[in-house]
C-alpha cells in the first residue's frame, strides 16, 4: 500500500486549515450559546432560539469542511482509503467513479469522485466542482501527488 500525505510547507496550510475549522466551528457554537442563554432571558425567544440553531449548524458544518479539506490518502490493490475526522473511509475501486482535475475552480487541486463516501462530501464536489455525488480532495502540495492521479486514471473511470 502507498500511503500519500503533505509533508514540510503543505503540511503547515494542513495545521492551518484544521485550526481554522476548529475555531470557526467553537466561535459558532459560543455565539449559539450567547444566543440560547438570550432566549432563556425571554428576549424574543423563537427568534434567537432558531438564530442558535442556524450558527451550531453552519459553525459545524463549516468547522468540518475546513478541518478535512486536506486529507492523506493511502491507495492500494483493492481501492483507496482516505481520511475523515479520525477514521479512514475505504473505497474499493468499483466506488471510485473518476478525477475532475480540469473542472475544479483552482489549478493544482483534483477532485476524487466516488459513488459512496459519507454524505458531507457531497458538500466539497458540489463546491468545487458543481455535482452531487461525494468526493475528496487532492493537491498538488501532496507529496507524489502525480504518481497518485496516473494510479487513480488508471484504475478507475475518468469522470
Not at 479539506?69 to 466506488?95: A, M, Q, R, Y
Not at 475544479?104 to 483534483?110: E, L, S, T
Not at 459513488?115 to 458538500?123: C, N, V
Request: charged share 15%; proline share 3%; hydrophobic share 50%.
Amino acid at each position: 500500500m502507498q500511503h500519500y500525505s503533505y509533508r514540510g510547507a503543505a503540511r503547515l496550510r494542513v495545521w492551518w486549515s484544521k485550526f481554522l475549522g476548529v475555531a470557526v466551528a467553537l466561535s459558532l457554537s459560543a455565539l449559539s450559546v450567547f444566543f440560547v442563554a438570550g432566549a432563556l432571558q425571554g428576549k424574543a425567544s423563537n427568534t434567537l432560539t432558531c438564530l442558535a440553531i442556524w450558527c451550531l449548524l453552519l459553525g459545524w458544518i463549516l468547522g468540518l469542511f475546513f478541518f478535512n479539506s486536506f486529507p492523506s490518502v493511502t491507495v492500494g490493490d483493492n481501492g483507496l482509503e482516505f481520511d475523515f475526522l479520525w477514521w479512514k473511509i475505504h473505497l474499493n475501486w468499483s466506488d471510485v467513479i473518476g478525477l475532475k482535475s480540469h473542472d475544479v475552480q483552482w489549478p493544482g487541486f483534483a477532485l476524487v469522485i466516488a459513488k459512496r463516501a459519507t454524505p458531507f462530501h457531497m458538500l466539497y464536489s458540489w463546491y468545487f466542482a458543481r455535482i452531487l455525488k461525494p468526493g475528496f480532495l487532492i493537491t498538488d502540495s501532496m507529496e507524489g501527488y502525480a504518481e497518485l492521479l496516473d494510479t487513480i486514471r488508471r484504475k478507475a473511470r475518468v469522470v
